[in-house]
């Protein structure tokens, strides 16, 4: 039973991290966002999942 739970964790805990990294580097790299960079650096970094995914769909200005 707890092997399986690693099973679970361990994947979903490798795919935010990635999302954290990716979405802070793209941050970084772009010059405007929908509001202040520092703000969404807090909501990438404590969002959880959720946070980088926000980033994407939200804070890029197109």
């Given at each position: 039973?707890?092997g399986?739970i690693?099973?679970?964790?361990?994947?979903?805990?490798?795919?935010?991290?990635?999302l954290?990294i990716?979405?802070?580097?793209?941050?970084?790299r772009?010059?405007?966002?929908?509001?202040?960079?520092?703000?969404?650096?807090?909501?990438?970094?404590?969002?959880?999942?959720?946070?980088?995914?926000?980033?994407?769909?939200?804070?890029?200005?197109?």
């Amino acid at each position: 039973m707890e092997g399986m739970i690693w099973q679970l964790i361990v994947p979903l805990v490798v795919l935010q991290l990635i999302l954290i990294i990716v979405a802070l580097i793209d941050l970084r790299r772009v010059d405007a966002t929908n509001g202040p960079k520092w703000l969404w650096v807090l909501i990438i970094i404590f969002g959880n999942l959720a946070g980088p995914i926000l980033y994407f769909i939200v804070g890029r200005k197109v």
